[in-house]
């Protein structure tokens, strides 16, 4: 696998203006080894993974140089056991020398920006996960130039990754997000403007950090219009930020500050029953852009004409 090898993917990413983001995929492959990949104690399988990962570096660093535009190169693995290990920090350090060995390939730092993403279990790893929240929070807190990413599916349901955010802008210069809808932990829905997704875009927003948090959304749903899917789920994040956009945060820190909490309250309160929505549709009038309610017949059109021709 070479960089040439995506020459097609640059074509499109340089015609449409847009940069290019990369996930060296770590699963679904016969070189997995007892569902083991940069974490296996058998080093043919660690050393095919190594390599695997050094490549994708340098494909990540073609679409940088090719398109002007920063690389996001994402490394999670589902490395871990179904049942009890005996050994919990033997595959982490295997782990670690083994995203050491991915980043010591050459890249321009500047460009190319990888970062480690955890999770909290797996279908099949239900016990024990090698690359934990706190593996790859310390790995990037380590070593200069990797970023945390966070997926808010991959968490217990009672941890919530808006209020991560913050806590971690503490520390880290940058840091990167999977936006998702996990129903029932890691599922993937379509992205809706719900709480979690709201609170997310306030604490980007109100932290000013909109240059320090790469931004992705992650979701599918094979069992409706994929294209509606989509639009749905941009569109809601792209909703939660303009509302964060529009929120008066200097006024309500102030009032937190002094311990006003019962005003803080009432406004908080307010502050949900704007017309938010006229905002909205403005925004997409000046982006040419179909308001809410205007989009969804060219879609059914769309899969009738051209998706239904495509089975």
Known sequence: MRPEHFARWVEFAKKHNMGLDFNPTFF?????????????????TRRFWIRHGRACIRISQYFAQETGIPCVMNIWTGDGYKDIPADRMGPRLRYKDSIEQILSEPYDKNMVKPCVESKV??????????????????????????????????????????????????????????????????????????DETKEMAKEIVRNNALDRVYMALDYFDAGINRIAAWTVGFRSWQKALLSALCTPYEKLKKLQDENNMTELMVIQEELKMYPIGEIWNEYCRQCGAPEDGCWLEDVKKYETEVLAARG
């Open 121 to 194: 279990f797996g279908i099949g790893v239900e016990s024990y996960t090698v690359g934990s929240a706190e593996f790859s929070l310390s790995f990037a807190a380590s070593h200069e130039g990797c970023m945390p990413l966070m997926d808010n599916g991959h968490y217990h349901p009672t941890e919530m990754v808006s209020d991560k955010i913050p806590a971690m802008l503490c520390f880290y210069p940058e840091l990167a997000l999977h936006i998702t809808r996990p129903v029932r932990w890691d599922s993937d829905h379509v992205v809706l403007f719900d």
């Open 28 to 44: 679904s492959h016969n070189k997995v080894k007892d569902g083991l990949t940069l974490a296996s104690p058998d080093e043919e």
